[in-house]
Every structure is written in structure tokens, then in C-alpha cells.
């Protein structure tokens, strides 16, 4: 089916080490998108591309990295994992051209101990 | 700053109640306002409200957005406790290159 698939789906990291999530469309859009979920706190926008080639900052960047690979993959970093970093990590994809044409993944629950 | 607050953050209602959710916005070049419903995993689109005070419907849900109050109430009829589930209103920016939520509802319909 045709969507955006993240994996991994659960991740338990110790204090300091790294990982990197991935993520990959194929609906063939434009910008991808990754957010944040704490309970309490909606979705934040940590990283976007607009565009194969370039990433921008969202609104909660501190301690993350991202790579657009391709038109197809959006990867997120974490270079060295921190308890606060604890959450639920959903990528998205938007069509060109709407408002409404989010899709998301289906989350990466990391916890950081 | 860009901003969207939604409330109540978490609502329990029994089975067959109405409830209304609110959501209000500051936002530079508003123009439009989206629903989404989460369940266990992915947020799902609901509806997209413009200015045009138009009113989307769709079975028990509909939406209004309010221009002067720059708000939208999201109301469920007749709930089900399958319409438990965290309610997010989200407002696109700079040309729908990014998207601003709201907290979200917790809503939880009990039998």
C-alpha cells in the first residue's frame, strides 16, 4: 500500500548512544517531515525538507540531525541520545500544492534511559 | 509566534453525549485549519476549514471555523466509544510548508 513507512517501530536507547530513524515514502511528494509527540504537547516540528536537497529547521531542533537522502527517504539522528529525547517520532509526507495533503507514518516510539 | 491552543486538553464523556471541541489560533497569513483523529498510531485528516465560514460535515463530526474569534469547534453527536481518541487541530504556515498543532483533546467515551 502507498504511504510512508518509518522504522524501527520501538527503540530503547541508553543515555549517549546513537541511531538514526528512517523513513521513505512513495507517493512521489516533494517535502517530508519529521515531528515529536509528548504527552500533552500536540506534534512539534523538529526537521523538514521541501525538497530533495534541502532540509530546514522546525521548531525543535536542538540534538537532532536529519539527511534527505532522496526524493523517496528522510532520515532523522539522534548523535547522542538524552532522557528528554523520550517520545513518539512520526515522519510525514505532504503532496505540492495543498494545504491538507499530509500523510503520516505510523511512529517510532524511543525511549532513552 | 505562531500558535494553536486547543481545549479541553482531555473531556470523558458517556456513550450517546455530545461534546464540542475547541480550537483557537494566532497564526501570520491564516488560511485554513485542519482536524485530524489519532487512535493508537498515525494522525488521520477529519476536514480542512477556510475563512469561507463554510461548515464541513461528515456523519456525527462537523466543524465550523469562526473568523472574528479565529477559532473552530469540532462537535461529535451521539459519541461512540469509537470516537475515543486524541482530536488535534493543526494550522498550515508559510505556504503550507509546515503545519502548527495545537496540544490536542484527549476525548474518551465510556460505555
Known amino acids: ?113 | 509566534e505562531d500558535k494553536v491552543v486547543q481545549s479541553p486538553l482531555s473531556l470523558v464523556v458517556h456513550e450517546g453525549d455530545t461534546v464540542t471541541l475547541n480550537c483557537s489560533y494566532e497564526v501570520t497569513n491564516f488560511r485554513s485549519l485542519l482536524w485530524y483523529k489519532q487512535e493508537k498510531k498515525a494522525p488521520t485528516f477529519l476536514f480542512m476549514l477556510t475563512s469561507s465560514g463554510i461548515e464541513k460535515k461528515s456523519g456525527r463530526l462537523s466543524s465550523i471555523l469562526d473568523k472574528k474569534e479565529l477559532s473552530s469547534i469540532l462537535n461529535i453527536t451521539a459519541t461512540q466509544t469509537g470516537d475515543s481518541a486524541i482530536y488535534l487541530c493543526a494550522v498550515p504556515i508559510q505556504g503550507a510548508q509546515k503545519l502548527v498543532f495545537g496540544q490536542g483533546t484527549r476525548l474518551t467515551i465510556n460505555p
Open chain 1, 1 to 113: 500500500n502507498a504511504g510512508v513507512t518509518q522504522t524501527p517501530k520501538f527503540q530503547v536507547l541508553k543515555t549517549g548512544q546513537s541511531m538514526t530513524l528512517q523513513c521513505a515514502q512513495d507517493m512521489n511528494h516533494n517535502s517530508m517531515y519529521w515531528y515529536r509527540q509528548d504527552p500533552g504537547m500536540g506534534l512539534r516540528l523538529i526537521y523538514y525538507s521541501a525538497s530533495e536537497g534541502t532540509t530546514d529547521k522546525g521548531e525543535v531542533p536542538n540534538g537532532y540531525n536529519v539527511s534527505r537522502l532522496n526524493k523517496r527517504e528522510f532520515s532523522l539522528r539522534l548523535e547522542s541520545a538524552a532522557p528528554s529525547q523520550t517520545s513518539v517520532y512520526f515522519c510525514a509526507s505532504r503532496a505540492s500544492g495543498t494545504f491538507y495533503g499530509y500523510t503520516f507514518g505510523s511512529g517510532t516510539r524511543l525511549t532513552v534511559v
